[in-house]
Nanobody
Framework: QVQLVQSGGGSVQAGGSLRLSCTIF????????IAWFRQAPGKEREGVAA??????YYVDSVKGRFTSSQDDTKNTLYLQMNSLKPEDTAMYYC?????????????????????WGQGTQVTVST
């Protein structure tokens, strides 16, 4: 059974950094597409970064500040978040799904991902 287990997150002041982790159990994420999403109260779930086929895509609002990486030996995905802003405050989710071509992967549509982590809260204060 596929399971995504998240850790990390928390509260930080603006300009600070946090790192999220997502360990995938049940299959090797190298066979699939994986992504990070976030959802703020009252807003739709938004794609933050998507990884697949040797490529990584970022939403414009986090480019240059967030970096996704992975440790193949641990089947774990990381999201390093630097220069955090109050508008980054949200519940963050990792997700995995079947292989997606570049256009769909870059689009980061939540319904294209079948497996989800439990979510972790990130709060950035001024």
């Amino acid at each position: 059974q596929v399971q995504l287990v998240q850790s990390g997150g928390g509260s930080v002041q603006a300009g600070g950094s946090l790192r999220l982790s997502c360990t995938i159990f049940g299959y090797s994420y190298t066979w699939y597409s994986i992504a990070w999403f976030r959802q703020a109260p009252g807003k739709e779930r938004e794609g933050v970064a998507a990884i697949g086929g040797g490529r990584t895509y970022y939403v414009d609002s986090v480019k240059g500040r967030f970096t996704s990486s992975q440790d193949d030996t641990k089947n774990t995905l990381y999201l390093q978040m630097n220069s955090l802003k109050p508008e980054d405050t949200a519940m963050y989710y990792c997700a995995a799904g079947a292989f997606l071509g570049a256009p769909k992967l870059a689009a980061m549509i939540p319904s294209d991902f079948q497996y989800w982590g439990q979510g972790t809260q990130v709060t950035v204060s001024t």
